[in-house]
Nanobody, 124 residues
Framework: QVQLVESGGGLVQPGGSLRLSCAASGPTFSLYVMGWFRQAPGKEREFVAAISWIGSMTYYANSVKGRFTISRDSAKNTLYLHMNSLKPKDTAVYYC?????????????????WGQGTQVTVSS
């Protein structure tokens, strides 16, 4: 059973940077794609970024492309999301997720495992 534990959320000013981490435990060798989603109050959970284990292919939502960078450290079984040039619209609970090669990376239903979420608040 794969477990995901997130950290790194917090309060940051617009234009600032933040790095989120997601530590994975269990049979992570079976994972195919890991991703980040976010959910603002009253809104649906939205895709942010994803990365494949094989080839390290990355995928980004248009709203974060050029500002956010997803990466992984396989030796540490850890997923990262480096967020730069943060905007108030980025305020949300951010969730780490992982799948075993099922479905499309863009959809929440494609993921088998989820972290508890970490709050990111970008205040003016």
């Amino acid at each position: 059973q794969v477990q995901l534990v997130e950290s790194g959320g917090g309060l940051v000013q617009p234009g600032g940077s933040l790095r989120l981490s997601c530590a994975a435990s269990g049979p992570t060798f079976s994972l195919y794609v890991m991703g980040w989603f976010r959910q603002a109050p009253g809104k649906e959970r939205e895709f942010v970024a994803a990365i494949s284990w094989i080839g390290s292919m990355t995928y980004y939502a248009n709203s974060v492309k050029g500002r956010f960078t997803i990466s992984r450290d396989s030796a540490k079984n850890t997923l990262y999301l480096h967020m730069n040039s943060l905007k108030p619209k980025d305020t949300a609970v951010y969730y780490c997720s992982a799948n075993r090669g099922r479905g499309n990376y863009y959809y929440t239903t494609s993921y088998d495992y989820w972290g508890q979420g970490t709050q990111v608040t970008v205040s003016s």
